[in-house]
């Protein structure tokens, strides 16, 4: 299972939100490049970075600073990047930039075309945020709810040939409380993708009972705030889920 350290970019900064409220805010690093670097150095094979300001414009915003973070780090450590994706010169802007995967959310729930469009267009290189509050979808920024249950679209995108899925319940993002283990096991288990768990990590605690969760198609988990914050340890991080 991989340990996924999350970069939020806004404004060219690395921040954390609490439950994707842009008002607040919380600024961890003037230089998102070094944060980048400073979690390959502790080991992370894989780095998942969300272009905040795209997510709400819906375009891309942070592009110079993501430049920046692929200049920094090894090409063997995986980058995955989502906000702000909604058309497929974006997806292929990104992929040359050295982007391995872009992660779509808002736009997979509104425009399934182009979901589909996109995962013809880049085999192997398209995820899906699913965003999720008591099972239902949300969708710009979190900002709207919508009806649409997590696994029905899961089964959905599943078959246009997504990579995988990057589930997060917003209720419990950036709070501390600990992943919806239960909510994340349900969508993983009928699915062929891999899912990774998002939202609510605190301590390592959190993490451990994920670990026997791996054969039901639990890849890892995307930690951002306790990083930061020193609640969690990376080191102990990958220990508790190897």
């Known amino acids: 299972m991989l340990v996924i350290p999350a970069i939020d970019l806004k404004d060219g900064r690395c921040v954390r939100l609490r439950q994707g409220d842009m008002d607040q805010t919380t600024v961890f690093s003037e230089e998102p490049a070094a944060m980048a670097k400073h979690w ?23 592009e110079p600073a993501i430049k920046a973070i692929l200049a920094e780090i090894p090409e063997d450590v995986e980058v995955q990047l989502g906000g702000g994706i909604r058309d497929l010169d974006t997806i292929e802007r990104y992929l040359d930039d050295g982007i391995d995967y872009v992660i779509i959310g808002t736009a997979a729930v509104k425009n399934p075309g182009f979901l589909h469009d996109a995962c013809n267009a880049f085999p192997g290189a398209v995820m899906v945020g699913l965003d999720a509050k008591d099972g239902k979808i949300a969708t710009d920024g979190w900002s709207k709810l919508t009806g649409h249950d997590a696994l029905d679209l899961g089964k959905r995108f599943e078959d246009y040939g997504i990579e995988g ?66 609640t969690l340890d990376f080191a102990a991080a990958v220990k508790a889920l190897q």
């Open 40 to 62: 390959v150095d502790l080991g992370a094979k894989r780095i998942h970075l969300v272009d905040l300001n795209g997510a709400f414009a819906g375009k891309p915003v942070n």
């Open 165 to 230: 899925i990057i589930y997060t319940d917003i209720g419990r993002d950036g709070m501390g409380t600990g992943l919806n283990i239960e909510a994340t096991v349900r969508l993983a288990q009928p699915l062929r993708v891999p899912v990774f768990a998002s939202g609510g990590v605190h301590n390592v605690s959190h993490l451990t009972p994920l670990k026997q969760y791996e054969a039901d198609g639990i890849a890892g988990v995307v930690c951002g705030r306790a990083l930061y914050e020193g």
